[in-house]
């Protein structure tokens, strides 16, 4: 009943967390003079995977190379299939040139360059740090090159004109942020609990546990902000979260764990052969995706949703079988 109750009330901090996360980030952007796009690319996606970091970090540091790993890749997995499937689901995605220009490319060779790192069985410290040194470079010039969007920001303000003086607030807005922020690692952490305790009481075996509710688990503050962003058309937080988290996903909490793993974060083979691969397949398909129309249509996510569900009934075979 306890593990029933951390899912219910766990879902419900995750939707309250997104929706004010989603609000106050919006409304950030138009009056600091940064575009949406930017603000879900660092704001909101490095927010929404503090869960991932948390996790990986903390396992790296405690000898639990395989939970650190698989959650960074499971995460980005379901964030590029179920997430942005489901968002486009909800209503179709229009993906913005930068991120075609620039995002989308940039997390392929990320993901590319963890794969090659990981090829020789760790990640070193070196390795670790040069992806941590290179979030800081990209985060950077983000924040610079998006100021000044002048037509996304006038499009919000006319979309808030006569809402309070307060609620148009800064400082209001920031607040929003920050308690979204908490209600989704709150709410994430009740939930992969809760669906934990289930997942042992029913007989489930750890290595599937950790393969998919600890990776989906801590995904979940992205789902639900991606999609109610969606819902309430703010597209560009919706697709910049994704593509913003999984690029956090492996320069940050990837780099981060290895540096403060002993000697570097061992590598499984069972990464190398199945999900690294799977991950990086994932990330190249959606380019071409995102550069005709630049849109994520109904059916696209819905093939979207289906490639994960055909992932994850492979790798609990796999599991099952082994």
Request: charged share 10%; proline share 3%.
């Amino acid at each position: 009943m306890l593990a029933i109750l951390l899912v219910v009330f766990g879902g419900v901090a995750l939707v309250l967390g997104a929706h004010w996360l989603v609000q106050g980030a919006s409304r950030l952007a138009m009056g600091v003079g940064v575009s949406p796009l930017v603000i879900g690319l660092t704001v909101v996606a490095f927010g929404t995977s503090a869960p991932e970091l948390a996790v990986s970090v903390a396992s790296a540091a405690t000898d639990a190379p395989e939970i650190a790993i698989g959650n960074v890749v499971g995460s980005n997995i379901f964030n590029l299939l179920l997430i942005l499937g489901c968002s486009a689901v909800v209503t179709p995605l229009i993906i913005a040139g930068r991120l075609v220009r620039l995002d989308i490319p940039l997390m392929v060779l990320a993901s590319l360059v963890t794969w090659w790192f990981c090829a020789d069985g760790t990640i070193g410290r070196w390795e670790g740090g040069g992806l941590f040194i290179s979030l800081i470079i990209y985060t950077v010039w983000l924040i610079r090159s998006g100021e000044g969007a002048e037509e996304e920001i006038a499009s919000i303000q006319e979309d808030e004109q006569g809402g309070s003086a307060w609620g148009r607030s800064k400082t209001f807005q920031v607040g929003l942020i920050i308690i979204g922020l908490a209600s989704l690692v709150a709410g994430s952490q009740m939930m992969v609990s809760g669906a934990v305790s289930i997942a042992e009481y029913l007989g489930i075996s750890a290595a599937v546990i950790g393969l998919t509710i600890v990776a989906g688990g801590t995904s979940l503050p992205e789902l639900a902000t991606s999609v109610i962003a969606a819902r309430a058309g703010q597209r560009d937080i919706a697709v910049g979260n994704v593509i913003g988290s999984n690029l956090f996903n492996l320069l940050g909490v990837l780099g981060l764990s290895a540096v403060v793993s002993q000697g570097g974060l061992p590598v499984a083979s069972s990464f190398l052969k199945f999900d690294l691969p799977v991950m990086v397949l994932v990330a190249i398909i959606l380019l071409p995706m995102a550069v005709r129309g630049r849109r994520i249509g109904r059916t696209a996510g819905a093939l979207l949703l289906v490639g994960y569900v055909v992932y994850i009934v492979w790798m609990v075979r796999s599991a099952t079988i082994s």
